[in-house]
């Protein structure tokens, strides 16, 4: 089976500007769980979705945005960029929500200038 | 709450010698724990899982980890490093939910 598919992998983009990452999980999976990964803060839990449904949500703010397709691909927006997003953003997909092993993507390096 | 704390930030082994990358873990319930790996400029490759079947949990690559409730630890070993295994080690507890919580993360370096 093909892994978790994430673009683009690489993203530049400047201060107050939007952008869209985007996910694919493995086939047959449902859940789609996205990551911030930074030297600082390390790796913080965004947002879960499952059926196309918001399931569960990270301390972030509402900035952050995502959705699932009916397919289970998934897009995660981040509106009015601040220096502080550029991190590597990472997707991990499961067969179903409250499944705990979760199987992740390359990520999408994302630099704000 | 759950977490998870890695006890080194920085390892260094020599190659061939022993890994031990130590984890403690704060649960209030039998939780399920995880060692992630991270290669540069990659994402995370699961290593291991405990559920509660073994308390002695085998992963790829020749890695395992001892779940000691105890103790509430969860530390990675391996008996004999190879310059590949240089990389990010993550420690993680699932929450109730299925979110992911991930220790800081211990670089682990391999010298020759």
């Known amino acids: 089976k093909a892994g978790v598919t994430q673009t683009p992998r690489y993203l530049i983009k400047t201060r107050g500007q939007q952008v869209t990452l985007s996910c694919s999980p493995i086939?047959?999976?449902?859940?789609v769980s996205w990551y911030q990964q930074t030297p600082g803060q390390g790796l913080q839990f965004l947002f879960e979705?499952?059926?196309?449904?918001?399931?569960n949500k990270g301390n972030f703010p509402g900035r952050f945005s995502g959705r699932q397709f009916s397919n289970s691909r998934s897009e995660m927006n981040v509106s009015t960029l601040e220096l502080g997003d550029s991190a590597l953003y990472l997707c991990?997909?499961?067969?179903?929500?409250?499944?705990?092993?979760?199987?992740f993507g390359p990520g999408t390096r994302l630099t704000v200038l | 709450a759950q977490s998870v704390t890695q006890l080194d930030s920085h390892v260094s082994v020599s190659e061939g010698t022993p890994v031990l990358l130590r984890c403690n873990y704060s649960?209030?319930?039998?939780?399920?724990l995880f060692w992630y790996v991270q290669h540069p400029n990659k994402g995370l490759q699961l290593l291991l899982k405990?559920?509660?079947?073994?308390?002695l949990v085998k992963g790829i690559n020749g890695f395992e980890a001892e779940f000691k409730k105890s103790e509430t630890s969860f530390h990675l070993t391996k008996p004999s490093a190879h310059m590949s295994d240089a990389a990010e080690y993550f420690c993680?507890?699932?929450?109730?939910?299925?979110?992911?919580?991930f220790g800081q993360g211990t670089e682990l370096s391999v010298k020759p």
């Open positions: 979705y499952f059926s196309e449904t918001q399931r």
């Open positions: 993680v507890v699932s929450d109730q939910g299925g979110k992911l919580i």
């Open positions: 086939s047959g999976h449902r859940s």
């Open positions: 405990y559920t509660s079947a073994a308390t």
């Open positions: 649960s209030s319930y039998s939780p399920s």
């Open positions: 991990a997909s499961s067969p179903y929500t409250g499944e705990d092993t979760q199987y």
